[in-house]
């Protein structure tokens, strides 16, 4: 497809400003309350917070380049980019730190990089090039398009990272779909992934085991693997209809609710603004994936089309991955809250990826209304 060429100022002119609304609230939100939970966490709220400001600033900028690129430049160097990204996976394996228990960061000296959120970026970019160049319309070319996501699901396995490859997989499963898989061989595959959950428990490393006997049970072990989501229901459920009020939340403060300001931001933020403000921040997410789902609906390039399908199972998966853990509904994975949670990887990717939904978006201007 020939590639458009827009000026950042034409770019920026086009951008879908309700999504813009809706990320801006989102991230203001994370941050006010990153800075609430920090206070609790090391009685240095600000530090927490503006250390987020300040890869929000990098984020901008990222966003900025990633828009004046624009994604068919990127897809033009997907297997490339993807090639770059499973070396980076490798290099975790061998050069990685380890922070209870994973081995997912590269520590650079003034930062912690995390490859395993930049892979998803990638991942989306070479299944929307991949699978229009080879449509998975039959059984064998359903596996080769498996075998792209394959490759960096074992690697974050190994590390262990089992919330990442869950959404590597989930991203694969819709992408597969979206290029135009039967149907019949994307429920196959679901089939057979759960005739296979009785085999994988044995697979599964300790920690791992723990998480999933608490998620069925949680008081089975209250104050060992079964603390943190008790802790994090007890915060959802004690902010009521409007919530204790901004610095007011005792979970955090007191230091009984862990990792508030990255794994269970959803709890800190439910705890202070309660039921009301939760609906809200949810409201929020609906509207950026009514967005995201909208631009994918409107561009007649089917590589975007796959592309924008990954980018929106992303954000939606891994939101209701990270709502749900911290309401108890779901096991923990350690997964963050999309532009919320404290994290300067996760952040940078996440703008990075709404970076190339807008492109897809302004290159469908002239079907807009």
């Known amino acids: 497809m020939e590639e458009t ?74 297997y490339l980019l993807y090639g770059v990204s499973l070396l980076l996976l490798l290099s975790v394996i061998a050069l990685g ?8 960061w590269i520590d650079l000296g003034f930062f912690r990089f995390q490859p395993t959120e930049f892979v998803k970026i990638t991942l989306v970019l070479v299944l929307a090039k991949h699978l229009c160049r080879y449509p998975p319309l039959n059984f064998a070319s359903f596996l080769g398009g498996l075998a792209v996501p ?13 919330g990442s490859a869950m959404v590597y997989g989930v991203i694969a499963f819709v992408a597969l779909v979206a290029a ?7 429920a196959g595959l679901m089939a057979s992934a759960t005739a296979l959950l009785p085999f994988a428990w044995h697979f599964l490393r300790e920690y791992q085991k723990a998480r999933i006997r608490v998620f069925l049970d949680p008081w089975s072990d209250p104050l060992g693997a079964g603390y943190n989501v008790i802790q994090s229901r007890i915060a959802v459920g004690s902010g009521g209809l409007l919530g204790t009020g901004f610095m007011e939340g ?62 929106s199972t992303w954000f939606w998966f891994q939101t209701l991955q990270s709502i749900g853990m911290s309401m108890g509904l779901l096991p923990i994975t350690g997964l963050p809250l999309p532009l919320v949670s404290y994290g300067g990887s996760s952040l940078l990717s996440f703008s990075i990826a709404l970076g190339l939904a807008q492109s897809v978006y302004v290159s469908t201007l002239k079907s807009y209304t």
């Open 5 to 78: 060429k827009r000026s950042l100022g034409e770019s920026i002119a086009g951008l879908d400003k309700i999504q813009l609304f809706s990320v801006v609230l989102l991230f203001s939100l994370g941050v006010l309350s990153i800075f609430s939970a920090g206070a609790g966490f090391d009685g240095r709220g600000s530090s927490y917070a503006t250390r987020q400001l300040l890869w929000g600033a990098v984020s901008v900028v990222a966003f900025l380049a990633t828009l004046k690129i624009g994604y068919e430049r990127f897809l033009r160097e997907a």
């Open 97 to 104: 730190m380890t922070v209870k228990g994973s081995q997912r």
């Open 150 to 162: 394959a490759l960096s699901g074992i690697l974050v396995l190994i590390q262990p990272d089992a």
């Open 180 to 186: 135009g898989a039967p149907w019949r061989y994307p």
């Open 250 to 311: 005792l979970q955090s403060k007191l230091r009984f609710l862990p990792e508030p300001h990255t794994d269970f931001i959803f709890g800190v933020f439910s705890e202070e603004f309660g039921f009301v403000g939760a609906l809200g921040m949810l409201l929020l997410f609906g509207l950026l994936f009514w967005r995201l789902v909208e631009a994918g609906l409107r561009t007649k390039d089917a590589r975007a089309k796959v592309l924008i399908a990954g980018v």
